[in-house]
C-alpha cells in the first residue's frame, strides 16, 4: 500500500503485511498480529522504522478510505450518550497514582 515506508518498497510491503493481519485477525496487539515470534520481531521492526512515520500510515488510509467510498453513499453516525460516573463510591482503598512509582495489589482490585 503507497505510503506506507516512505518510498522503500520492502518497508511499504511490511506495512501492507502488518495492516493486513491487523484486519485478519481483529487485534492490534503485535503478538497476536504477528503470529510467530519472528512476525512479532518484523511488527516491531516497522513501526520503529525511521522510514515509517505516523503521518505517512495516516494518508495511505486515508487514501485507501476514499477509494472504498468513491461512489458510494457514506452515513455519518454520532455518538452523543454520555457516561456520568458521579455519585459512584471511590474504591475503598484510595486512588492509583501510577506517577508516584509502585502501586499497591489491593488498590487494583475490586
Sequence with gaps: MDGLGIG??????????LFERIVATGSVVLSAVGGSEAGTASAHRYLTSPRTTVGGILKAFGRR??????GRPIVAVQ???EISFAGRRRAATG???PATGAI???SCTR
Design 8 to 17: 522503500d518498497v520492502r518497508t511499504e510491503a511490511r506495512g501492507a503485511w
Design 65 to 70: 478510505t476514499a477509494r472504498a467510498c468513491a
Design 79 to 81: 455518538d452523543t450518550s
Design 95 to 97: 486512588s492509583v497514582r
Design 104 to 106: 499497591p495489589a489491593s
